[in-house]
């Protein structure tokens, strides 16, 4: 992994200790295809960013994902990218915006499960504003679509479609979204 250590420790000073959590999930065949995929360069980590406008919330879907489901974006560092270039980068690509980084809120070490085969993953969340441009995903080979949501839809029909969908990694950013929520809740004032 190279968003190490260190470089989660200077996020955490710059932008707020997070909420540690811990999720383990099985995953299918295709998921965990999709998972090794990922790991260019070694890469097991995103940057998920809960990008809001007001009390609406900037989401994604991508060509796979069955009708309804949606996600907060998120992506990978390069490597050797600051954290904070690859959350702005990865914001701009898959939504379109223009962002600022606001607080760090949670940090999740995943595990998935295929059988005999484990796959960690971490994943950072941070709580972001929208400060210019239209939500559009740029990147439109990686996004289907985006839109903006309010928080009952997110906990409501996305929630319940995520886990409807029998996928390991859908319920996973189910219980992200709910954890993430939940450490919004958590902070004196948003």
Sequence with gaps: MYLTKER??????RWGEP??????????????AL???????GRSHDITLF??????????????F?????????????????????????????????VSLERYL??????FRHGDAVEPWHSEVFLARAVA??????????????????RDE???????????SGRGLFAYRAALHDATFAALDALPEI
């Design 8 to 13: 989660l420790e200077a996020a955490a000073r």
């Design 19 to 32: 909420r540690p959590l811990s999720f383990e999930y099985a995953i299918g065949d295709r998921e965990r």
């Design 35 to 41: 998972v090794a995929g990922s790991r260019h360069h």
């Design 51 to 64: 990008i809001a406008r007001g009390d609406e919330w900037a989401v994604i879907a991508k060509p796979s």
């Design 66 to 98: 069955p009708p309804g489901v949606w996600r907060a974006p998120s992506g990978g560092l390069h490597p050797g990218e600051e954290l904070e270039t690859g959350a702005l980068r990865e914001a701009l690509e898959e939504t379109g915006l223009v």
């Design 106 to 111: 949670v940090h999740i070490d995943a595990t």
């Design 133 to 150: 441009g239209e939500l559009a995903p740029i990147d439109t080979r990686e996004i289907s679509g985006a839109r903006w949501m309010t």
């Design 154 to 164: 997110l906990q409501g029909v996305v929630r319940e479609r995520l886990l409807a």
